[in-house]
């Protein structure tokens, strides 16, 4: 163990120089930080600060999206500068409130921006589609001559990238500007997000989660201190962020997007079991749509053979229901957590107010083998018993987390030798034909289903995954979206009836399930496909848009 990198003071020092990487200029005031105690919604400090201009605020209002802002920049209505400016200075307040940034290296976005703005001043040309657009990325995803870690102390002297990620690169190269990198949990498995970093909160009610492992992207989105954020998803870790912020995501189907995170960076390196993939985390349904467009227009494959060659396909989808109509299926509960009661009143809300644009077929769908793949997921994350996970901790002798022991511990957790392993790969491939099979009986072209058992949890008890885990162990797209609605004590309140639980994790959430800690969360839904009908989940949620904001 290098005596530079001993806990807790590797830790200690690492914060330090973040903290003191915000600029002088930006830095909040004791007094003003203490107008937000635990629970507050911070969504207006921007504003309240002082520290930005009324055109900076309407750039970076979460209701201005990233398309909005690259029209600006190309009608000449704000420059790159202007635009970077304003997203580092609610950067920087959204950090100080949330904990939501691992690395600020503001400077060399500014010094980017700058000459986007003069090769469009001098040529009249843009650099690409995403000239001058402040982009956020994930702590693990690699970014030329920046650090990355997996959520480990031990990972600050190792984990330097030499080039930008690949699929950075595709953003880079269309004109993007990076300007920051975002938190993650300890070992990259948590649905919060905590580790020597610190804790991320969430910018509706900082007494609740900010959802994981992309909880820093997550926070910052929803805050406004970015237009556009990059992260990655394993077992629901851009849903998860995404449905408890209040924003958009799409987690693709594996091997449509070139890997973005730094060899390494993962919890059990080399262990292919489940696939990560990244994706974006943005406004809107739009913004998804332009990223997907941008990434795959380059053909990403021809320079990745592990990519399947397929193109973003723009084409309007034939609906199987009665007169073109999309059939929607709707899991009201995966047969294993019955979702908390602000859950289940979004998704009542949601299908009802689908069922009145008379454009929907819609019908139950039956959650077969759900308990089966969520088990199955458990199993696959830490082939090796977590072991890796304990060594990249005892590297500098920190301690895990909570919620890092709980899921290494899970009971499908084991050391298994090869065979083992191969034996339960066969096992996955098996339980995911008969899903595959399952799926194709119920005969719908889109999964209307929770993203979550709750809203928004209270700070590291988010324990159960499988509203998200389940679509990455049989690898079917999944976006998640806001309903416009917002958990509320008065109309949620605490089941009243007894009923046996389903299972422990069933037990778990009916029993920490309070309506007053939960209050004004944002209300999220998910949308799911089947493998590779990226777009038709994509076109489907355009549809159910229509409807959005729902209102209580």
Same mark, same amino acid.
């Given at each position: 163990?290098?005596?530079?990198?001993?806990?807790?003071?590797?830790?200690?020092?690492?914060?330090?120089?973040?903290?003191?990487?915000?600029?002088?200029?930006?830095?909040?005031?004791?007094?003003?930080?203490?107008?937000?105690?635990?629970?507050?919604?911070?969504?207006?400090?921007?504003?309240?600060?002082?520290?930005?201009?009324?055109?900076?605020?309407?750039?970076?209002?979460?209701?201005?999206?990233?398309?909005?802002?690259?029209?600006?920049?190309?009608?000449?209505?704000?420059?790159?500068?202007?635009?970077?400016?304003?997203?580092?200075?609610?950067?920087?307040?959204?950090?100080?409130?949330?904990?939501?940034?691992?690395?600020?290296?503001?400077?060399?976005?500014?010094?980017?921006?700058?000459?986007?703005?003069?090769?469009?001043?001098?040529?009249?040309?843009?650099?690409?589609?995403?000239?001058?657009?402040?982009?956020?990325?994930?702590?693990?995803?690699?970014?030329?001559?920046?650090?990355?870690?997996?959520?480990?102390?031990?990972?600050?002297?190792?984990?330097?990238?030499?080039?930008?990620?690949?699929?950075?690169?595709?953003?880079?190269?269309?004109?993007?500007?990076?300007?920051?990198?975002?938190?993650?949990?300890?070992?990259?498995?948590?649905?919060?997000?905590?580790?020597?970093?610190?804790?991320?909160?969430?910018?509706?009610?900082?007494?609740?989660?900010?959802?994981?492992?992309?909880?820093?992207?997550?926070?910052?989105?929803?805050?406004?201190?970015?237009?556009?954020?990059?992260?990655?998803?394993?077992?629901?870790?851009?849903?998860?962020?995404?449905?408890?912020?209040?924003?958009?995501?799409?987690?693709?189907?594996?091997?449509?997007?070139?890997?973005?995170?730094?060899?390494?960076?993962?919890?059990?390196?080399?262990?292919?079991?489940?696939?990560?993939?990244?994706?974006?985390?943005?406004?809107?349904?739009?913004?998804?749509?332009?990223?997907?467009?941008?990434?795959?227009?380059?053909?990403?494959?021809?320079?990745?053979?592990?990519?399947?060659?397929?193109?973003?396909?723009?084409?309007?989808?034939?609906?199987?229901?009665?007169?073109?109509?999309?059939?929607?299926?709707?899991?009201?509960?995966?047969?294993?957590?019955?979702?908390?009661?602000?859950? =289940?009143? #979004? &998704?009542? +809300?949601?299908?009802?107010?689908?069922?009145? !644009?008379? @454009?929907? $077929?819609?019908?139950?769908?039956?959650?077969?083998?759900?308990?089966?793949?969520?088990?199955?997921?458990?199993?696959?994350?830490?082939?090796?018993?977590?072991?890796?996970?304990?060594?990249?901790?005892?590297?500098?002798?920190?301690?895990?987390?909570?919620?890092?022991?709980?899921?290494?511990?899970?009971?499908?957790?084991?050391?298994?030798?090869?065979?083992?392993?191969?034996?339960?790969?066969?096992? =996955?491939? #098996? &339980?995911? +034909?008969?899903?595959?099979?399952?799926?194709? !009986?119920? @005969?719908? $072209?889109?999964?209307?289903?929770?993203?979550?058992?709750?809203?928004?949890?209270?700070?590291?008890?988010?324990?159960?995954?499988?509203?998200?885990?389940?679509?990455?162990?049989?690898?079917?797209?999944?976006?998640?979206?806001?309903?416009?609605?917002?958990?509320?004590?008065?109309?949620?309140?605490?089941?009243?009836?007894?009923?046996?639980?389903?299972?422990?994790?069933?037990?778990?959430?009916?029993?920490?399930?309070?309506?007053?800690?939960?209050?004004?969360?944002?209300?999220?839904?998910?949308?799911?496909?089947?493998?590779?009908?990226?777009?038709?989940?994509?076109?489907?949620?355009?549809?159910?848009?229509?409807?959005?904001?729902?209102?209580?």
């Amino acid at each position: 163990m290098s005596s530079l990198l001993e806990w807790p003071q590797v830790a200690r020092d690492v914060v330090a120089e973040r903290e003191a990487s915000i600029p002088a200029d930006l830095r909040l005031s004791p007094e003003f930080v203490a107008r937000y105690p635990a629970g507050s919604d911070v969504l207006d400090a921007a504003a309240a600060s002082g520290l930005m201009s009324e055109k900076e605020l309407q750039l970076t209002d979460p209701s201005n999206d990233a398309t909005a802002i690259l029209s600006a920049i190309k009608t000449k209505n704000a420059t790159a500068v202007e635009v970077l400016t304003a997203f580092m200075k609610r950067a920087a307040i959204a950090h100080q409130l949330l904990c939501c940034l691992t690395q600020v290296f503001f400077e060399e976005g500014l010094a980017r921006a700058k000459e986007l703005d003069e090769y469009y001043e001098k040529t009249g040309d843009l650099i690409g589609p995403l000239h001058g657009l402040p982009i956020s990325v994930k702590d693990h995803l690699g970014l030329k001559g920046k650090r990355a870690t997996g959520g480990f102390s031990g990972d600050l002297d190792r984990l330097i990238s030499t080039e930008h990620a690949p699929v950075n690169q595709i953003l880079w190269d269309a004109g993007c500007v990076f300007y920051c990198k975002t938190t993650l949990p300890q070992a990259i498995m948590h649905l919060e997000t905590h580790s020597f970093w610190g804790q991320t909160l969430n910018p509706h009610n900082t007494g609740l989660t900010s959802g994981g492992s992309s909880g820093g992207c997550g926070a910052l989105v929803a805050f406004g201190g970015s237009p556009l954020s990059i992260g990655t998803d394993i077992g629901g870790s851009l849903r998860s962020p995404a449905s408890c912020c209040g924003i958009y995501t799409l987690k693709p189907t594996t091997k449509r997007l070139p890997s973005n995170s730094l060899r390494g960076c993962s919890s059990v390196p080399g262990n292919e079991a489940i696939i990560a993939t990244c994706g974006p985390l943005a406004r809107s349904s739009r913004d998804i749509v332009l990223f997907f467009q941008v990434i795959l227009k380059v053909q990403p494959w021809l320079q990745n053979m592990s990519l399947v060659p397929l193109p973003w396909k723009p084409e309007g989808v034939r609906w199987s229901g009665s007169g073109g109509k999309i059939r929607l299926g709707v899991m009201w509960d995966d047969g294993n957590v019955l979702p908390q009661p602000p859950v =289940r009143r #979004a &998704l009542n +809300a949601m299908v009802a107010a689908l069922r009145k !644009t008379g @454009n929907f $077929d819609i019908m139950d769908y039956n959650p077969k083998y759900h308990q089966e793949l969520t088990v199955m997921a458990q199993s696959l994350y830490f082939t090796d018993g977590g072991a890796s996970v304990r060594a990249r901790a005892a590297a500098t002798g920190e301690p895990l987390c909570d919620l890092t022991e709980w899921v290494i511990t899970l009971p499908g957790v084991k050391d298994r030798s090869s065979h083992q392993l191969w034996e339960l790969l066969l096992e =996955r491939d #098996a &339980l995911r +034909a008969k899903y595959y099979l399952h799926w194709n !009986t119920q @005969n719908i $072209d889109v999964l209307l289903c929770p993203a979550q058992y709750g809203a928004a949890q209270p700070l590291q008890t988010t324990k159960y995954w499988g509203y998200t885990s389940v679509f990455n162990c049989v690898d079917f797209p999944a976006a998640v979206f806001p309903t416009g609605l917002k958990a509320n004590a008065s109309l949620d309140p605490k089941d009243s009836d007894s009923r046996e639980p389903w299972s422990e994790a069933d037990a778990y959430s009916a029993a920490i399930y309070d309506p007053l800690l939960s209050n004004n969360a944002p209300l999220s839904l998910q949308l799911v496909s089947k493998r590779h009908a990226d777009e038709v989940v994509m076109q489907a949620l355009q549809e159910i848009e229509t409807v959005l904001p729902l209102r209580d």
